[in-house]
Structures are given as C-alpha cells and as structure tokens.
C-alpha cells in the first residue's frame, strides 16, 4: 500500500511539473501585461515624437502633475476593496482645494491650518457618507452621488462660482516648484502613499478584512468582522485621501477651481479597474493603480503629440473604463459582481 501511495504521489507530482509552465506564464502575462503595455506606448511614442515626447521635460511633467489622479485612485480602491463606491471623491478634491484657497488667499489663514481644515474637511465628509450607507442600509453608489452633488453646488456657492488664487507660495513649493531629481515633490508624496496603501492592504489585518468583506459581507459577518466598522473606515479614508489630493491640486495650480474635481473622476475609476489586472489580478491594488494611471496618462500625451483634438481626452477615458471593467471581469473568471 506504502507502493501505491508513492507511486501516485510520483504521479501527481510528474503531472503538476508538466502542466505547471504555461499557467505559469499565464500568470506572468496577467501580472506585468500592463508593464509591458506601458513600456511599448514609450517607445511608441517616443520614436514617432522623439523632439517632443521623449524629453526628460515631459517626462518628469508626466510624472509630477499626476499625482492628484494617482492619490484620488488609491483613495478609490480603498471603499472598492470592499465593494463600496465613493464617487464624492472628486467633489471632496474640489471642496478641499477652494478651502485653501479661500482661507489662505482671501482670509489670510497660516497655511498648514488652512490645510488641516481641509483635511478635516474630508474626514467629516467620509463620516457622513459611512453613517448613511451603514445605518439605513442605502447603497453606497446612492449616497455618495448625493453627497458628490451636494458638495459640488457648496463649492460653487462659497466661491460665487469663480477661480480663488492668491494660495501661499509655501505650498506651491512643497508640491510642485521645488524637486528632487528634476521631479516635483508631488509625485513622491503620491509614491509614499502607493506604498502605505500596498502594506496595509498585503501585510495588516484590516487589509485581509477589507478584502473579506468585499468578498462576501454575510460571511465575513459570520466569521466575527465587524462589517460595518471595516466600511465606515474604508469610506473615512477614501474621502480624506480625496482632501488630500485637493490639497495637491491647489499647491499645483496656486489656485482653486469650483469644479475642476469633475475631470478627475472618470479617469480614477478607469485606472482603479484598470489596475486590478495586473500586478494582483483579480483585486483592486496599490501598484497596479499606480501604473494603470501612468498607462492611460501616457497614451492620452501621446495622441496629443500625435495630432489629436481635444475629444480624445474623453474617448480615451470612456473606452479604457469599459475596456478596464470588461478585463477586470475576465480576471475574476466573469464572476457576478454585486455592487
């Protein structure tokens, strides 16, 4: 008997070393395909511009100004992670901005209170939009549409509807004039945040249960997580991180428009799906939001350069959304996604 189980243990095992290469390169592919894609757009676009696009002035441009988009993806993939949408986000962005300029520019605030303000600002959005979607049990997607548009029409009210400048030149140094290695500042406080939203999402508790309730709420009820507890705080953060990305905005423009946020919206959602197919396929993730924003940034310069109006901008986003919701659901095996 001690025969047989060694022979078909031999078996199994001479059947998994043959069967294992070409999964193995599936996942290969499936992991660092939007690496590989991003690269062949460089150098796409970097042999048919070479005199424009690729200059280390665009690229370090490229880099440093999209650090808004990058923080207002991660702020996104928190709630997603566990099925929740926050699609106030981007008037969070909006609101946090015109704060600063507004208490900095026109009331002569310090500046780092002006910026606490509005990062609190974001914390109390986030505790209003949780308290909603987990009390009466309103759908996320609902509530935050509402609060979104709600915030937009107190944006347009407490600036008269009209671009605030005039913000302390002290941000404006921090953010996108001064440089580290010819790259503003912005873009490594995007690269800090990337890896403080992978570590809590791969190596914590409260990443494996954010991900657990996105899985399945019921089970994870179950199994003795608090469920709501996990959204309330997945729904805090997204919009602190939302202040946050305000804040960037207005240290890189030196000033605050009442609806600039709208822009920034579409493009988060498509590089949040976007992202969830590669690096950790299946989920939504850090590095691969990351690179999925670079991904979509890239191609919209590129076809810039290349000759394109000011449409493709909107085409480009819309499709790779469809493009990057569709990828996302080949990934989970075109599992039901209940949202």
Not at 129 to 135: D, K, V
Not at 312 to 330: E, N
Request: hydrophobic fraction near 55%; aromatic fraction near 10%; charged fraction near 10%.
């Amino acid at each position: 008997m001690t025969q047989n189980t060694a022979a078909a243990a031999k078996l199994v095992s001479s059947g998994k070393a043959a069967s294992t290469h070409e999964p193995r390169f599936i996942d290969m592919a499936e992991r660092y395909g939007l690496i590989v894609a991003l690269a062949i757009l460089v150098v796409v676009f970097s042999i048919l511009r070479p005199e424009t696009f690729f200059t280390w002035s665009n690229l370090s441009t490229i880099l440093g100004s999209q650090a808004v988009l990058v923080v207002i993806t991660l702020g996104l993939i928190v709630p997603l992670t566990a099925n929740d949408f926050d699609v106030s986000i981007a008037y969070v962005m909006t609101l946090s901005a015109m704060m600063v300029a507004l208490l900095n520019g026109q009331d002569g605030w310090p500046i780092g209170l002006a910026v606490l303000a509005a990062l609190a600002m974001g914390i109390a959005v986030g505790a209003v939009n949780a308290f909603f979607i987990t009390t009466f049990r309103i759908h996320s997607l609902v509530v935050t549409l509402g609060t979104g548009t709600f915030l937009h029409g107190l944006t347009l009210y407490v600036s008269d509807s009209m671009t605030i400048s005039g913000i302390s030149d002290g941000l404006m140094n921090w953010v996108i004039v001064d440089r580290l290695l010819g790259i503003p500042l912005e873009f490594y406080y995007a690269l800090l945040l990337c890896i403080l939203v992978w570590y809590v999402f791969e190596f914590t508790a409260i990443g494996r249960q954010m991900l657990f309730v996105g899985r399945g709420r019921e089970v994870a009820r179950l199994s003795g997580i608090n469920t709501d507890r996990v959204r309330r705080g997945c729904l805090v953060v997204s919009s602190f991180m939302g202040a946050l990305a305000g804040v960037l905005y207005a240290g890189t423009q030196g000033a605050a428009d009442p609806v600039s946020g709208v822009s920034y919206l579409l493009p988060a959602f498509a590089a949040a799906f976007l992202g969830s197919t590669s690096i950790t396929p299946g989920r939504f993730n850090a590095w691969g939001s990351a690179i999925a924003v670079y991904f979509l940034v890239v191609g919209i310069t590129g076809l810039v350069f290349m000759g394109g109006s000011s449409f493709v901008q909107d085409m480009f986003y819309g499709g790779a959304l469809v493009l990057a919701v569709t990828l996302s659901q080949l990934v989970r095996g075109r599992e039901e996604q209940q949202f």
